[in-house]
């Protein structure tokens, strides 16, 4: 597996870590923090069993102003889950590359100044496996986590799969990255807490799980529609609870290599179902374009 998976750790000046490969685990949900409050910290408690309770150790609600994660430190956040309106909170190993991270965006969904409506704010949940993870217990397990973590949560819509895992938001602060996510395009570029106050209802690109809710999933005429548009070998709609499918592409995540000629079939049949529903980066100000290369990696899979 392991020569599928390239293996990547980028550093700048001074030894400061700036990404790696892993994985993603990612769920959108157009519901206010209070209402889904408690099947968070169901899905936390399930990743803390997967990868053990010291594979977090630092907790922050504002970034960059990191604490230990004691017993107290425990208790606080769990408290503050269960009984704010309104909060972001982001928990890691910070001492290094940060292999495990969760980082979740609970919003009122009350209008913000460039969304007038509230119509785009969602609440947003995101997990981090490193690839060590899944050559380990295997992508079955992997797999089987991401439908474990999104049992609990009204999503419309998630995904799993491959990822440059960062502190950053990478597309757009990092060149770096983008030698890479051209070549691999199979492997995400993870931003959940910017994308939980635009995204909405729409999809945030194709995965290797692909979780879909509602509106989406009704507009594609539900699970069987779905299954009636693709027909890739290894490709398999799975129904779930609460009207909502994973569209799984093959048995295991693959980066592709558009080197050579690896451009990952199933996920550009999957994204040309998709694509009236795909998000699209759109710049909040007036004055401000949304750079070339962040429209061209969003459409890797359509172009």
């Known amino acids: 597996m392991s020569e599928s998976i390239p293996r990547i750790r980028i550093y700048a000046e001074r030894g400061y870590f700036l990404f790696r490969d892993g994985l993603s685990l990612t769920f959108y949900m157009r519901h206010p923090h209070v209402r889904i409050a408690a099947g968070v910290v169901r899905s936390l408690d399930t990743y803390l069993r997967a990868i053990g309770q010291n594979g977090l150790s630092d907790y922050s609600e504002r970034a960059g102003q990191w604490q230990k994660l004691d017993d107290a430190g425990w208790a606080r956040i769990r408290d503050e889950l269960l009984s704010r309106r309104q909060l972001r909170v982001q928990l890691a190993d910070t001492s290094g590359e940060q292999p495990y991270r969760f980082e979740y965006t609970g919003s009122s969904l009350e209008p913000l ?20 993870y899944l050559e380990q217990h295997g992508p ?31 597309l757009g602060a990092v060149e770096e990255v983008q030698e890479y996510c051209f070549r691999y395009p199979g492997m995400d570029i993870p931003d959940p807490s910017l994308l939980a106050s635009d995204i909405g209802t729409r999809v945030k690109g194709v995965h290797w799980l692909n979780f879909l809710g509602q509106p ?83 459409r890797r899979f359509l172009d």
């Open 113 to 132: 100044p460039w969304d007038s409506d509230g119509s785009n704010l969602v609440s947003a949940v995101s997990f981090w496996l490193p690839t060590e």
């Open 140 to 170: 079955g397990r992997v797999r089987e986590l991401a439908l474990e973590l999104a049992a609990p949560l009204p999503l419309s819509s998630g995904h799993a799969g491959l990822s440059f895992n960062s502190e950053r938001n990478l």
């Open 216 to 298: 989406v999933l009704g507009e594609l005429g539900g699970a069987a529609g779905l299954r009636a548009r693709l027909h890739s070998p290894g490709t398999t709609v799975q129904e779930l609870e609460e009207e909502r499918v994973v569209v799984t592409l093959g048995p295991r995540p693959e980066a592709g290599d558009t080197e050579r000629g690896d451009v990952l079939p199933a996920y550009r049949e999957l994204a040309r179902v998709l694509e009236p529903w795909l998000y699209r980066t759109v710049s909040r100000f007036a004055h401000l374009e949304v750079p070339e290369h962040v429209h061209r990696w969003e």
